[in-house]
């Protein structure tokens, strides 16, 4: 099995469905259950590793460099700099391109939608690591920037809209 090398591919365009995760092959065999599960693990790590590095950056509105960044340009460049692979860019626009989840369905890697303005819209994104706990770019607070959180935290669980998948889940039916 060819583990250390991953394939990420798009179904249609991309920015049109969540991310399909499998491998490269010599034989025409079909990718298993479980070697498209161990894909999707390895890809989920190595988009959380990417928006580790970016820890401490400061928030900038539309931002998308190390000098700053917004919560979607987190989630933007750690998608770009982990796979190689462009996703959209705006909060609303993760939230419609991801399939809704539970929060219990929830694994590290899949997306955290949150409404901070009191309107119905998606105003916020972050990264989820698990344990109740996600990467983000924050804009006020005591602290901005990127950032870890719980969504125990008052603010966030108040806030929470939803989950969003973007990688086959890792267990196996």
Do not use: K
């Amino acid at each position: 099995m060819l583990f250390c090398t991953i394939l990420i591919l798009c179904i249609g365009f991309l920015h049109a469905v969540p991310i399909d995760v499998v491998f490269p092959s010599d034989s025409s065999a079909p990718v298993t259950p479980d070697e498209r599960a161990a894909a999707s693990e390895i890809a989920r790590s190595l988009l959380l590793a990417a928006a580790a590095r970016y820890e401490h950056t400061p928030y900038r509105y539309a931002g998308i460099t190390q000098d700053g960044l917004d919560c979607s340009g987190l989630v933007y460049l750690s998608f770009l700099n982990a796979l190689g692979v462009s996703v959209p860019r705006s909060s609303e626009g993760l939230y419609t391109w991801t399939v809704r989840i539970t929060l219990e369905e929830a694994e590290p890697g899949d997306l955290l939608f949150f409404r901070t303005t009191g309107t119905n819209r998606i105003t916020h994104v972050g990264i989820y690591t698990g344990n109740r706990r996600f990467i983000h770019s924050a804009s006020q607070g005591a602290v901005t920037g990127v950032l870890y959180s719980s969504l125990d935290e008052r603010y966030w669980l108040n806030a929470y809209a939803g989950a969003g998948r973007v990688f086959p889940a890792t267990t196996v039916p």
